[in-house]
């Protein structure tokens, strides 16, 4: 077991669990919505135009995404106070979305409406007899491709300046691939980093599909490939211990903040002056991998602003992770309940 978490306890672990409801936490970035099509095999039926089956829904569900997915994680978890920076589109998924994240309890002033924008979407049809992924179809995006108007920065930038002096956190979650397309524009992204300096005590923490190495003095969290600058890895490829291990201080000495790099099933890397591994817990069910990365994010940032070590905050990350994994054809959130049990299945993996 690693020395510094050999007296991770229970006791701890609500200790730090404790200071949840007291935090303050902005998540700023890219609000999608995930919209789930339950169809019914049985009822599909020939279009009389076109021949092709014509899918018959009969449920539809649907969350908050991307962002709106580590926002999630945060409300179960039991954050005090949740803000919601960014966009949304005048149109019917962007009221959805704002209306989900109001149920969880998040202040969505900062989630501004834009009429130049679409309220980005992954729909996600499935066949309801078919547990789990198997029964999944392709998948349907709706994505804003057109660069971020100077006037809607300006307005996500005062939202920002807005709640930096009241929050404790602040995770940054850049999710659209295409430059300048989502919230978090290479502007955005620069006052993120010149405003952010200004508060030492906050613990800011940041996020990104394809830029990730851009940002400097924010807390980075990346894949095993986004550490070594692999793209497009192949499915079920993995990289070596050894490599994370030799290039993981450079990087955190170029951002010149700590990093935390999640390597799947083998749990998270944390840098520092000797990098090493916490490992995940080992789960032996079906598990759905979407927005894993996510729900790290989410209990990994409250322990940190709860006063917990790296090596603790990447423990805890990894618990939410290994029980949000195993909820399947949904967006998955852990609650503080759940996080004595995985905790306790943790150590029995790794005595």
């Given amino acids: 077991?690693?020395?510094?978490?050999?007296?991770?306890?229970k006791g701890r672990l609500n200790d730090l669990v404790s200071i949840f409801p007291s935090l303050r936490?902005?998540?700023?970035?890219?609000?999608?919505?995930?919209?789930?099509?339950?169809?019914?095999?049985?009822?599909?039926?020939?279009?009389?135009?076109?021949?092709?089956?014509?899918h018959q829904i009969v449920d539809v569900r649907h969350s908050p995404g991307a962002a709106g997915t580590v926002v999630s994680n945060l409300a179960a978890l039991g954050a005090g106070t949740i803000r919601a920076l960014g966009f949304r589109g005048d149109d019917g998924e962007g009221w959805e979305l704002e209306r989900d994240l109001l149920a969880l309890g998040v202040d969505t002033s900062g989630l501004l409406l834009e009429?130049?924008?679409?309220?980005?979407?992954?729909?996600?049809?499935?066949?309801?007899?078919?547990?789990?992924?198997?029964?999944?179809?392709?998948?349907?995006?709706?994505?804003?491709?057109?660069?971020?108007?100077?006037?809607?920065?300006?307005?996500?930038?005062?939202?920002?300046?807005?709640?930096?002096?009241?929050?404790?956190?602040l995770i940054v979650m850049d999710q659209v691939e295409g430059p300048g397309q989502g919230?978090?524009?290479?502007?955005?992204?620069?006052?993120?980093?010149?405003?952010?300096?200004?508060?030492?005590?906050?613990?800011a923490w940041a996020d990104s599909r394809r830029r990730i190495r851009s940002f400097h003095g924010l807390i980075l969290k990346m894949n095993q490939f986004e550490l070594s600058g692999v793209h497009d890895p192949e499915p079920g490829s993995a990289i070596p211990d050894q490599a994370i291990?030799?290039?993981?201080?450079?990087v955190e000495e170029e951002a010149g903040a700590p990093v935390f790099v999640t390597a799947g099933d083998r749990g998270v890397w944390v840098g520092g002056t000797t990098?090493?591994?916490?490992?995940?817990?080992?789960?032996?069910?079906?598990?759905d991998p979407t927005g894993a990365g996510d729900s790290f994010t989410a209990g990994a940032v409250l322990a940190l602003a709860a006063g917990a070590s790296r090596a603790e905050a990447a423990l805890l990350g990894c618990l939410v992770a290994s029980i949000t994994v195993r909820q399947l054809a949904t967006t998955g959130v852990a609650r503080p309940d759940e996080l004595g049990s995985a905790l306790d299945l943790w150590k029995e993996q790794n005595q």
């Fill in 25 to 54: 936490v902005a998540v700023l970035g890219d609000f999608f919505l995930d919209k789930y099509l339950d169809v019914d095999p049985v009822l599909a039926e020939p279009s009389l135009e076109t021949g092709l089956p014509a």
């Fill in 183 to 203: 919230v978090v524009t290479p502007l955005v992204a620069a006052a993120i980093m010149e405003r952010t300096a200004g508060f030492p005590r906050l613990i």
């Fill in 1 to 9: 077991m690693i020395e510094a978490l050999r007296s991770f306890d």
């Fill in 115 to 169: 009429i130049s924008r679409r309220t980005p979407t992954y729909f996600k049809p499935r066949d309801m007899d078919r547990a789990g992924l198997a029964g999944e179809h392709s998948r349907y995006d709706i994505k804003n491709r057109s660069p971020t108007l100077a006037e809607t920065e300006a307005r996500i930038i005062a939202a920002l300046d807005r709640a930096l002096p009241q929050i404790d956190a």
């Fill in 245 to 250: 291990a030799a290039c993981i201080g450079a």
């Fill in 275 to 287: 990098a090493f591994r916490v490992p995940g817990v080992a789960v032996d069910d079906t598990v």
